[in-house]
């Protein structure tokens, strides 16, 4: 048996999952693999991640974390399909480092090593099952029991390696970051984002930063692209120009893993905090960085208050395709009416209807209602707001109107504004006007 139905794997026809690892590991196992067995590859790590977070939830905790377990899959899923080909090479024990960063970030966040481990098994029960699937779609029906034999030995060999090997790196992790200064920091500020008591003076001289202050929460999300500092360098960098453009009298950053940081900026009151427009104008962010900014908050409450609205806009930022910076004042109803993804897509398609389609024309659309609605159904506002003609929104609103699935008078005023303000919001804020 040589295996040729490895190289034979195919994704479902509508899989369009973009891959987390870095575009060198990818090309390294197409050229043993081909395109389509790593697309495969990559679908299947997707929906093992996706299968991870829904059973062990604490595996989640945002996009950044859920792109580290999409690495940490991804690596896994294509290094077993590199050692169940006969040439293999690779050591059956041998844990890809994707899956020890990974794991590395478990224990920084404390996830219990129980959990972790159920998420080892839960990955590769589900792999098992896609592998016996492919073997019933491509082998012959002679050879199918000792293809499924072999397919079985070798990942259950896997798995308990697997198992072993996280456990120690860990247990490693964890001991290294327990007696760190930087892990006693991370506690507190765990302690506050719980919302749990701490004592504010001791906390105030641990963290070296004004817990009494207003607080502006960011959230930093660095990407993989390459450059030429590292991903600390650019996150420290961008956390260090947020404080000095808005002239923030204290900044606290604590790590949040590999590829992101929290950051908290201090001022006396609210009136100290730009607007978002002026923010874009103003701050220069590192290559490949994102920020999500929250709400501006007084206290250690307004710490977790603010660094809550930051998460939230880094989430919409994400459905609306993240946007280098994303202030949580200009999402905060589309962060709310989205926290049920799949539900908020429903409503949008119930209340817009054809309107509510991707094309360029009916985004256009969408948005000249949105404002038109905004201003209090008047004209000439509409047309001061997009800076085109009166009659140009005149006839946009009549054309969106035709694409409603009722007349505009029809339909509720709240639902039919909300839903406009959700689609704005996911389609990323621009929009031809």
Not at 141 to 147: I, K
Not at 323 to 352: K, M, N, S
């Amino acid at each position: 048996m040589t295996r040729h139905w490895l190289l034979r794997l195919q994704p479902p026809g509508d899989s369009t999952t973009v891959p987390a690892l870095p575009l060198a590991a990818l090309v390294t196992a197409t050229h043993v693999l081909g395109v389509e067995p790593v697309a495969w590859a990559v679908r299947t790590a997707d929906a093992i991640a996706a299968d991870i977070v829904e059973q062990v939830p604490a595996h989640g905790g945002g996009s950044s974390s859920l792109t580290t377990l999409r690495r940490s899959t991804e690596s896994a899923v294509l290094a077993t399909l590199l050692l169940l080909l006969p040439s293999a090479v690779r050591s059956v024990t041998a844990l890809t480092e994707e899956t020890r960063e990974g794991c590395r970030e478990f224990a920084r966040r404390a996830i219990p090593l129980e959990q972790v481990l159920r998420g080892v098994r839960l990955g590769h029960a589900h792999l098992a099952d896609a592998l016996a699937e492919a073997v019933e779609q491509h082998v012959r029906a002679e050879e199918r029991l000792g293809e499924l034999r072999r397919v079985n030995e070798l990942l259950f060999a896997y798995a308990d390696a697997h198992a072993s090997q996280m456990a120690e790196t860990y247990i490693a992790e964890r001991n290294r970051w327990r007696g760190s200064d930087e892990a006693a920091r991370r506690a507190i500020v765990d302690d506050l984002l719980a919302g749990r008591d701490v004592e504010a003076e001791g906390a105030t001289r641990r963290l070296r930063y004004d817990l009494a202050r207003c607080h502006v929460a960011v959230v930093l999300h660095c990407d993989d692209a390459s450059a030429t500092a590292s991903s600390a360098e650019r996150l420290h960098h961008a956390g260090v120009s947020l404080a000095r453009v808005t002239e923030a009298a204290g900044m606290l950053l604590v790590p949040a893993h590999k590829a992101g940081a929290w950051v908290w900026l201090a001022f006396p009151d609210e009136t100290g905090w730009p607007e978002p427009g002026d923010l874009r104008e103003r701050v220069v962010l590192p290559q490949g960085v994102r920020a999500a900014l929250g709400p501006a908050a007084a206290g250690p409450a307004g710490m977790r208050r603010s660094h809550l609205g930051a998460l939230a806009a880094e989430r919409v930022a994400a459905l609306g395709g993240e946007a280098p910076l994303c202030d949580y004042r200009e999402v905060r109803l589309t962060a709310l009416v989205t926290a049920q993804a799949e539900q908020a897509d429903w409503f949008v398609g119930e209340i817009l209807g054809r309107l509510a389609s991707e094309g360029v024309r009916e985004r256009q659309l969408r948005e000249t209602l949105r404002v038109y609605l905004r201003e209090g159904r008047s004209l000439q506002g509409a047309a001061q707001r997009l800076l085109v003609a009166r009659n140009t929104v005149t006839y946009r609103v009549h054309r969106a109107e035709e694409l409603l699935p009722e007349p505009l008078a029809a339909i509720d005023p709240l639902e039919l504004q909300m839903a406009l303000e959700i689609a704005h919001g996911l389609s990323g804020r621009t929009s031809e006007v």
